[in-house]
């Protein structure tokens, strides 16, 4: 019963670097986010999925890009880290909206993500 | 702009007592609010929702209230347990059918034995 699957759980970048936060889920949702998470804020969505091939921005998408090839996988791509985003990533999924009402998210356990 | 906000960062309540979680949102276009458990090291839980077409939703010792007029809510817990202590987040959703949520920024709630 895994869920929502991210990893790595921590890592530790330099300035400049670039990594990928991989995110899988087993429970078939069609739809999946990307959130961040500062010290004593909110989760704030970076990009979501609806489907495989359909990616959109949300709120904060700059510094980072986004792949959806298949329904399970989610990858988080940032191409050129820097110690603004240092936070913690969260990865969640859902199932489609029914009768006009949106299905709670299903999160994975989050990366611990530092740039020094 | 904080479409969603937790103006309580922390709360403590006696085991046994009723816990009060408050959270204000300025969107009219919110129809669906959420609230959500965190402990640390995991991600947030579901714990309850609320359509806009209701006033009230109740789960267990969990309750929600929604006042759309005064663009408020709150979770009640009844009783409040030791286990209950984490960081609650209140979240909501337009009607875009994608799913979006915008969250507030979290109460952190500690039960006392």
């Known amino acids: 019963n895994a869920g929502v699957t991210q990893t790595p759980k921590f890592r530790i970048l330099k300035i400049g670097q670039s990594m990928t936060l991989q995110c899988t889920q087993d429970?078939?949702?069609?739809?999946m986010y990307w959130y961040r998470q500062d010290p004593g804020m909110g989760l704030k969505l970076i990009y979501y999925s609806v489907g495989a091939g359909i990616t959109d921005k949300g709120e904060v998408p700059n510094g980072y890009n986004v792949s959806r090839s298949t329904t399970e996988d989610f990858p988080l791509r940032l191409e050129l880290a820097a110690p603004s985003q240092t936070s913690v990533y969260f990865c969640?999924?859902?199932?489609?909206?029914?009768?006009?009402?949106?299905?709670?998210?299903?999160f994975g356990d989050g990366t611990r993500l530092s740039i020094l | 702009d904080q479409q969603v906000k937790q103006n309580s960062p922390s709360l403590s309540v006696q085991e046994g007592r009723i816990s009060i979680l408050n959270c204000d949102y300025t969107n009219s276009m919110f129809d669906y609010f959420l609230w959500y458990k965190k402990y640390p090291a995991e991600g947030p839980t579901f714990l309850i929702s609320i359509s806009s077409i209701k006033d009230k939703n109740e789960d267990g010792r969990f309750t929600v209230f929604l006042n759309k007029s005064a663009k408020h809510l709150s979770l009640h817990i009844v009783p409040s347990q030791p286990g209950d202590s984490a960081v609650y987040f209140c979240?909501?959703?337009?009607?875009?059918?994608?799913?979006?949520?915008?969250f507030g920024q979290g109460t952190t709630l500690q039960v006392k034995p």
């Open positions: 429970m078939n949702h069609n739809y």
């Open positions: 969640a999924s859902s199932r489609i909206s029914t009768g006009g009402l949106n299905q709670p998210q299903h």
């Open positions: 979240a909501a959703s337009g009607s875009s059918n994608t799913g979006k949520l915008i």
